[in-house]
C-alpha cells in the first residue's frame, strides 16, 4: 500500500475529461475502467498515508481510525479485482465502485466526529485547531474530492454510453447555466434552515444571469449550499425567530439574500447577507474544519453548519478548479462572499503532467499483471 502511496497521482484537467468522455462507446468505459483500477490505489493510498499521519490525538479516535479502516478495505476490493478488459468485468467493477461511493459517502461526518471526540476528551484547543490537522486534512478534502470526480466521472459514462444527456459528458457539463445551479443550491438552503429553525430569508439573484461556463454543476452546487446555509443561519437567527429581541421579524421580514452573477474570463457569484457580519476574533478561524460559528445545541444545528467543515471544504473544490472563495465581513452588519470560478474552458495542465486522455489509453494497452 506505501509502494502506491508513494506514486505520483496523474493531474485531472477538465478539457481533457471532456475530450475522453465526449462520444462515450464499450471502448470508452473499458479504457476508463483499466485506468481507475490502476490510478484509484495511488490516490487512496496516499489518503490512508495522510490520515494515519495525523496527531495521536486525532488519529487515535473511533471515528477516524474507523474511517482509516474504510480507506484501507476500498484499496484491495480495487486492487484485487479481475481487470476490467471486457463488458461484464467492467460492469462488476462499476457496481463496486457504486458501492466504495455509497460506504464512503459519511466521510465529512468522520472527521466531524474525530473533532468532538477530542473535544470530549479534553484535547487543547490549540491542539485541536493545529496547523499540522489543518494542512493534511487540506490535501486529504482535496485528494477525495479529485477520487469522487474519477469515480463520478466513469459511472456518468456508463449512461451517456446509452442515452447522451444534453450538454454533458459524464458529470462535466459544457455549458453549465449558473443560476439554474444557484436556484437549485437556494431551494434546499432554505429548506434546510427552515427545517432547523422554522423561518429562512428571501433570496434575489441577479446580475449576468444568462452567463454559461463549462464546469461540474455538482462541486458549484456544493460551494453554494453551504455558503447559503450559513448565510440563511445568520440571518434568521439575529433578525428572526431565534433573536432575543422583543419584536423578532419573520418571513418576508427578514433582510434578503442577494446573490450577483458576473460572466468574463472568470465567472463570479457575490452572496450577500445581513446575517451580523463575523466577529472579528473568529476571522482567522473560519477556514478551520474544527471551527463553526453555529451554536452546537443539537445534531441539527450540527448538520446545519455543515459539521464546521462548510466554508473550507468549499474553498478547496473552488481551488481544485483554479478559483477561489474570499469572504469580507463588517461586524454587526453583514458578509459579502466571492466564489470565483475560474477560466476553466483555458484551464491547462501542469507542464510536467502527463495527458490526461493519453493516461486513459496508456492503462488499457498495458498486458495483464
Known sequence: MWEYAKKKEFKLNLSELIKFGRDADKNTLLMSAVFLQKELPIRLGKRIQELQSLPVPMYSTKAVTELAMLYEESFFRILNHEVPRHSRAEESFSAMLIDIKEKHRMVQANIADGFLEMNRAGVPKWAVESDEIQQLLNRFYTGRIGIRLLIDQHLSLR????????????????????????????????????????????????????????????????????????????????????????????????????ILISGGQDT??????????????????????????????????????????????????????????????????????????????????????????????????????
Not at 460551494?223 to 418571513?251: C, D, Q
Request: hydrophobic share 35%.
Open 159 to 258: 449512461i451517456d454510453a446509452r442515452n447522451r444527456p444534453k450538454r454533458f459528458v459524464g458529470c462535466v457539463q459544457t455549458e453549465c447555466n449558473i443560476k439554474e445551479v444557484i436556484l437549485d443550491a437556494v431551494a434546499d438552503a432554505r429548506s434546510a434552515c427552515r427545517m432547523h429553525l422554522r423561518d429562512a430569508p428571501n433570496v434575489y439573484v441577479e446580475g449576468m444571469t444568462e452567463v454559461t461556463a463549462p464546469y461540474i454543476p455538482e462541486h458549484l452546487y456544493i460551494m453554494l449550499f453551504e455558503i447559503l446555509k450559513n448565510s440563511m443561519r445568520a440571518t434568521v437567527e439575529l433578525h428572526g425567530r431565534l433573536s432575543n429581541s422583543h419584536s423578532p421579524k419573520y418571513g418576508d421580514d427578514l433582510p434578503p439574500t442577494k
Open 268 to 369: 463570479y457569484v457575490k452572496i450577500t447577507d445581513r446575517g451580523g457580519g463575523i466577529p472579528p476574533q473568529s476571522l482567522d478561524r473560519i477556514w478551520n474544519f474544527s471551527f463553526s460559528t453555529a451554536p452546537q445545541v443539537c445534531m441539527g444545528m450540527l448538520e446545519l453548519s455543515g459539521f464546521g467543515h462548510g466554508l473550507p471544504l468549499s474553498r478547496l473544490y473552488a481551488r481544485y478548479w483554479g478559483g477561489d472563495i474570499t469572504l469580507f465581513s463588517m461586524e454587526n452588519l453583514g458578509v459579502d462572499c466571492y466564489v470565483r470560478l475560474g477560466s476553466l474552458s483555458m484551464f491547462p495542465c501542469a507542464p510536467s503532467d502527463t495527458c490526461f486522455f493519453f493516461c486513459y489509453r496508456c492503462a488499457s494497452e498495458q498486458p495483464e499483471q
